[in-house]
């Protein structure tokens, strides 16, 4: 029998359809996605260089931009960062659920918070906990209406206390090795052993510095057959280039929240190209991919725009470069000072 494992770093109605925009025409990722990124345990790594600007938000937290070709994709990039030092007791991560639907932004401002970004996938589709109360069963074993089997689940994001943030390794149901239903009562027993705040999610991009995201699509199909396939198949979905959403952890307890824009002006993202973009500028130990696409979207203290401090580019049925075209969301990841 296939164990289910944990990965530990301490510091409903029907069926939904499933809303995005149409992707780009083609997959662009058929290649190696740029050149072999390098990384590890006891590397430091600090964004800085040319496209990147820092910004000092608060004590312990740094908040990252950066606007320019990127090596790995080879492409015109805009991604935004914000980097937070859990060893600093003067804030809280939070994992926060929303009913009726917030805007980030309106979910940043009523939380007060000094960061946030976007979370979730489609409801039927994830495992949600939040303050010890289920809210999302991952109820279904398709995604959304259609026929695809539910890939969105090989791990979450888990918060406990202030600062006690894990990664959890469930299996991946796309590779095989559980099904939906074993993701589904794995998640459902955490509820015992001190897991109170959990959010599935899917690809896990870097696994104890292992890099899954660089293969959890299949190369071997080529770009016809991919284009085929249905948008929200995994081998579509990931390899082609979208926003982006993610939250990893560094060696060092530093918190990173990620977004990548996308279908603007910045070209986004494949899980592969993200995978290795994080390990060249971050170099986290463990990394998640969120939702992405017209979800994503980042809110900084201080920064972006004046009244909403929406920093990225937000593309839910808008094609305007400006800060608005936010989706409202159910959940949302959070730095809140205490």
Same mark, same amino acid.
């Given at each position: 029998?296939?164990?289910?494992?944990?990965?530990?770093?301490?510091?409903?109605?029907?069926?939904?359809?499933?809303?995005?925009?149409?992707?780009?025409?083609?997959?662009?990722?058929?290649?190696?996605?740029?050149?072999?990124?390098?990384?590890?345990?006891?590397?430091?790594?600090?964004?800085?260089?040319?496209?990147?600007?820092?910004?000092?938000?608060?004590?312990?937290?740094?908040?990252?931009?950066?606007?320019?070709?990127?090596?790995? %994709?080879?492409?015109?990039?805009?991604?935004?960062?914000?980097?937070?030092?859990?060893?600093?007791?003067?804030?809280?991560?939070?994992?926060?659920?929303?009913?009726?639907?917030?805007?980030?932004?309106?979910?940043?401002?009523?939380?007060?918070?000094?960061?946030?970004?976007?979370?979730?996938?489609?409801?039927?589709?994830?495992?949600?906990?939040?303050?010890?109360?289920?809210?999302?069963?991952?109820?279904?074993?398709?995604?959304?209406?259609?026929?695809?089997?539910?890939?969105?689940?090989?791990?979450?994001?888990?918060?406990?206390?202030?600062?006690?943030?894990?990664?959890?390794?469930?299996?991946?149901?796309?590779?095989?090795?559980?099904?939906?239903?074993?993701?589904?009562?794995?998640?459902?027993?955490?509820?015992?052993?001190?897991?109170?705040?959990?959010?599935?999610?899917?690809?896990?991009?870097?696994?104890?510095?292992?890099?899954?995201?660089?293969?959890?699509?299949?190369? %071997?199909?080529?770009?016809?057959?991919?284009?085929?396939?249905?948008?929200?198949?995994?081998?579509?979905?990931?390899?082609?280039?979208?926003?982006?959403?993610?939250?990893?952890?560094?060696?060092?307890?530093?918190?990173?929240?990620?977004?990548?824009?996308?279908?603007?002006?910045?070209?986004?993202?494949?899980?592969?190209?993200?995978?290795?973009?994080?390990?060249?500028?971050?170099?986290?130990?463990?990394?998640?991919?969120?939702?992405?696409?017209?979800?994503?979207?980042?809110?900084?203290?201080?920064?972006?725009?004046?009244?909403?401090?929406?920093?990225?580019?937000?593309?839910?049925?808008?094609?305007?470069?400006?800060?608005?075209?936010?989706?409202?969301?159910?959940?949302?990841?959070?730095?809140?000072?205490?």
């Amino acid at each position: 029998m296939l164990a289910l494992g944990l990965l530990l770093l301490s510091g409903c109605g029907g069926k939904e359809p499933v809303r995005e925009l149409p992707p780009p025409p083609e997959v662009t990722d058929t290649d190696t996605g740029g050149s072999e990124i390098g990384g590890g345990s006891g590397i430091e790594v600090t964004p800085l260089g040319a496209g990147w600007t820092a910004t000092s938000v608060a004590d312990g937290v740094i908040y990252y931009a950066y606007n320019g070709t990127d090596e790995i %994709s080879g492409k015109h990039q805009e991604v935004f960062a914000v980097d937070v030092d859990l060893n600093n007791p003067a804030y809280q991560v939070k994992l926060v659920y929303e009913s009726p639907r917030l805007t980030t932004s309106a979910a940043f401002k009523k939380h007060k918070a000094v960061a946030a970004i976007n979370a979730n996938y489609e409801p039927n589709s994830i495992y949600m906990r939040v303050g010890g109360s289920e809210i999302y069963p991952l109820k279904s074993d398709k995604i959304g209406d259609t026929s695809v089997p539910n890939w969105k689940n090989e791990a979450a994001f888990s918060v406990a206390g202030d600062r006690n943030v894990a990664f959890l390794w469930a299996g991946s149901q796309k590779k095989g090795e559980v099904t939906v239903s074993q993701q589904r009562t794995y998640y459902q027993n955490l509820s015992s052993t001190g897991y109170p705040n959990v959010i599935s999610s899917a690809p896990m991009l870097i696994n104890n510095f292992d890099k899954l995201g660089e293969n959890f699509c299949d190369y %071997s199909l080529s770009s016809s057959a991919v284009n085929k396939l249905n948008s929200e198949d995994a081998d579509r979905h990931q390899r082609v280039l979208h926003p982006r959403t993610a939250v990893a952890l560094t060696e060092n307890n530093h918190l990173i929240l990620f977004v990548v824009d996308g279908r603007i002006k910045s070209a986004g993202m494949s899980a592969r190209q993200l995978t290795r973009f994080l390990v060249k500028w971050f170099n986290p130990q463990y990394a998640l991919n969120l939702d992405g696409g017209g979800s994503t979207t980042m809110c900084v203290q201080g920064e972006g725009d004046a009244a909403t401090h929406v920093v990225n580019y937000p593309c839910d049925g808008n094609t305007n470069y400006d800060h608005t075209g936010e989706r409202p969301r159910d959940a949302f990841i959070m730095i809140v000072k205490k």
